[in-house]
């Protein structure tokens, strides 16, 4: 049987019964498990433990010597009570001892697999295949998870408004007043148009007929579209000329009979 010796708390004097071997020599610090106080317990202020002989004859002798054994040496109890209060006085004094704490040991965590678009795909088929595989009964309700929809309306076909016209050349409807301004228009600058062209074709003409002899100092090269100019320019000159002077003398003509009839 191992040998077991019995401690104190001198707090609250619980009792404790523990092996002799759990004790060194020098002692060693405990806690009640009672109170939760703690102190150093010392080899020599144990007490050995009460042991449960056989039940013994019941004689005065024996009731004397069970009743010495349960009672504690008091100078025991106040060295076990000055160890406790040295003890605890140090453990107030020194610095409480730095938490241990556990490095990162760089675990990286796997991410987790996302779902691919594929499985995704195949769940939502297989839902809205079991979905239509459902056969509901008629007067049964509708499953109250779906969504009422609207019936679809038919899609009228889309035409284009047109303006009314007036006109098959005019974007907008405008009235005959309108109209007839817009057409004015029309005719002047068609008017301008092929009035400026011819003029602007004989100022060219005439500024080359002018300028012949320069330009042809300068572009040799030019000299034969230049002597048709000058031809041509000599020809309608004498036309011009023929016919100034044929005007001109028509018009004497007539000044003379006027002159003639009011004598």
Known sequence: MTDTIRIICPQCEAAYDIPAAAISGRGREVQCSACAHSWYQLTHAVVPPRSTPPPPVDTPQMQESTHVQ??????????????????AQARKSSPPAPLETQPD?????PPRPKESVRDR?????????????????TGEESDPGSVIEAPERPIEPVTPRLHRRSDPGLPVAVSKQELAIIRERKERRDFRIGFAIPVLAC?????????????????????????????????????????????LASFEQVQSRLIGADG
């Open 70 to 87: 349960r009672e504690v040496d008091p100078e025991v109890l106040e060295v076990l009570r000055e160890e406790a209060a040295r003890e």
């Open 105 to 109: 040991l760089g675990l990286v965590i």
């Open 121 to 137: 795909l195949e769940r939502l088929k297989a839902a809205e295949r079991a979905r239509d595989s459902r056969e509901w009964n």
């Open 203 to 247: 100022l060219i003409a005439l500024a080359l007929y002018l300028g012949a002899p320069l330009i042809a100092g300068h572009a040799p090269q030019a000299d034969p579209f230049l002597s048709v100019i000058s031809e041509h320019g000599e020809t309608l000159q004498s036309a011009i000329s023929e016919h100034a002077r044929k005007a």
